[in-house]
């Protein structure tokens, strides 16, 4: 099993940035690709960036140039920098890690979820 612990999200200004930080326990030397998701009220999950053990990225159209996804392996962590923040990014952000054994996410652990909110 894997545990995902988020941190880091918060109410923020328009235009600032926000860091989300993921720390994966457990059995992670099971863990594949981890990413980010979120989830704004009435709306369905997406994904909004991803990141395998080798570091190969892939954004969301709505966040390319301003959010950045890095893991650190030795931490077990991935972070979520997050810039230019718009009022549109308020969301519920979930960590979520896939098995090694599978390519893409959604993965099956997920994390509790940390909320952002941005303020026009």
């Known amino acids: 099993q894997v545990q995902l612990v988020e941190s880091g999200g918060g109410l923020v200004q328009a235009g600032k940035s926000l860091t989300l930080s993921c720390e994966a326990s457990?059995?992670?030397?099971?863990?594949?690709?981890m990413g980010w998701f979120r989830q704004a009220p009435g709306k369905q999950r997406d994904l909004v960036a991803s990141i395998t053990r080798g570091g190969w990225k892939n954004y969301a159209d709505s966040v390319k140039g301003r959010f950045t996804i890095s893991r650190d392996n030795t931490k077990n962590t991935v972070y979520l920098q997050m810039n230019s923040l718009k009022p549109e990014d308020t969301a519920v952000y979930y960590c979520n890690a896939q098995e090694i054994t599978k390519p893409i996410l959604p993965g099956t652990y997920w994390g509790q979820g940390t909320q952002v909110t941005v303020s026009s």
């Open positions: 457990g059995s992670i030397f099971s863990i594949g690709v």
